[in-house]
């Protein structure tokens, strides 16, 4: 494991609204591994994923991402270092390419077709898919176009909310396979919130355990299996019952 964590989070405290959701959470992100998190409802997993992305910022503490505190980064910089997927699969109406080549346009950047081509190909598409209908293709094939649109940028971190939950297994399964290969291509950081304990101590190298804004328990993904914190133990228990 790397000595250097790709983000770090110290004292991390963030109020929305009348709602303290993270309280004071430090924790870290090893750099090149897939570290997965999982917690109850309103755990705040989300908002961390959001924070790692430049989408929110802390109300305390410091969030280092790269090296570089959260506040030194252009918002448009990170997002291309910090590259996030979430189950909703966001989509524009139109063409498999036109939702691939999303980020080009909102930059007003040429778009660079051999890449575009050989990132439909990397998730497992065809590039005949390029021209096909987004309503036409499947849950799983849409998140697929959703993991290409967001390695257009050649992220050093991939952040990943939920892709798998809404999927059939089969889809599940291939993209597991599709995460882990990118893993191993490119040695990406991986960030992954699932709600599936299984996935997440199959795919995970690291694991953080979120409940109640803080972080209860970190460390290789093992811990799943032989947790001795009594809040990790009933969590599990009533996630698996």
């Not at 961390?48 to 503490?61: A, F, I, T």
Request: charged share 20%; glycine share 8%.
């Amino acid at each position: 494991m790397s000595k250097q964590p790709a983000i770090e989070l110290k004292n991390v405290s963030l109020q929305r609204g009348e709602v303290l959701v993270l309280k004071g959470l430090t924790g870290q992100f090893p750099e090149g591994r897939i570290t997965t998190i999982i917690g109850p409802s309103g755990a705040g997993k989300s908002t961390v994923l959001k924070l790692c992305n430049g989408l929110l910022s802390q109300d305390s503490g410091e969030v280092t991402i790269l090296g570089k505190p959260l506040s030194e980064w252009e918002p448009a910089e990170l997002r291309q270092q910090a590259g996030i997927a979430l189950q909703s699969a966001p989509m524009i109406s139109g063409t498999v390419e036109e939702n691939l080549t999303l980020p080009y346009a909102l930059h007003g950047a040429e778009v660079d077709v051999d890449k575009v081509n050989r990132m439909i190909q990397e998730v497992g598409l065809d590039t005949n898919y390029l021209q096909r209908d987004i309503r036409d293709l499947s849950g799983g094939q849409r998140q697929k176009v959703s993991i290409a649109r967001t390695l257009l940028t050649e992220p050093a971190i991939l952040l990943l909310d939920e892709i798998t939950s809404a999927l059939d297994r089969a889809s599940r399964v291939e993209i597991e396979e599709l995460i882990q290969y990118i893993h191993q291509t490119y040695g990406t950081t991986i960030i992954w919130i699932t709600h599936n304990l299984e996935q997440a101590e199959r795919i995970g190298h690291y694991t953080w355990v979120m409940m109640d804004g803080k972080l209860v328990e970190e460390g290789a993904s093992e811990l799943l299996s032989h947790s001795t914190n009594p809040q990790v133990q009933r969590f599990i228990k009533g996630s698996v019952s």
